[in-house]
């Protein structure tokens, strides 16, 4: 049995997990959920989108780490990165490390997100779902 694609899938995880959890502590910790629900008005969205998208950024990111139901989360979360390219880095450029970031990072992470989706939880996650990778 080819283990590669398991652990590839729990690198991903991993790595996907981290930034999501990252970011999601950067809106609680330095942006503040008040100032990030603000951030969310002034983008013409209801504030309590701000609390909620960093919500779901905290939890989705542990669960990944975690590895519980990852590829389902990993899918959950893309509309988090759509809004993040449609609403804030779209209208910006290509490259992140333009004024206001471009959208070339949340696309790759869309990307990485959909990957995860199709190669499954990996190894060493706590709910450990069949796909055809993991019969590999």
Known sequence: MNTSPAYA????R?????????????????????GTAGF???????????????????AGGVALILGVYARWVAVVLI????????LVH?????????QGGGWEYPVFL???SVVQFLLGDGRYAVTQQKTESSAV
Not at 14 to 23: K, P, S
Not at 40 to 58: D, H, R, Y
Not at 79 to 86: E, Q, T
Not at 90 to 98: E, V, Y
């Open 9 to 12: 899938a729990t690198l991903l």
């Open 14 to 34: 991993i790595a996907l997990g981290t930034m999501y959890l990252a970011h999601g502590l950067l809106k609680l910790l330095v942006f503040t959920p008040e």
């Open 40 to 58: 969310f008005s002034s983008l013409g969205l209801p504030g309590f989108f701000g609390p909620v998208t960093m919500a779901l950024e905290i």
């Open 79 to 86: 509309p988090v990165l759509l809004g993040a390219v449609i």
């Open 90 to 98: 779209g209208a910006n450029g290509w490259g992140f490390g333009n």
């Open 110 to 112: 869309i990307a990485a």
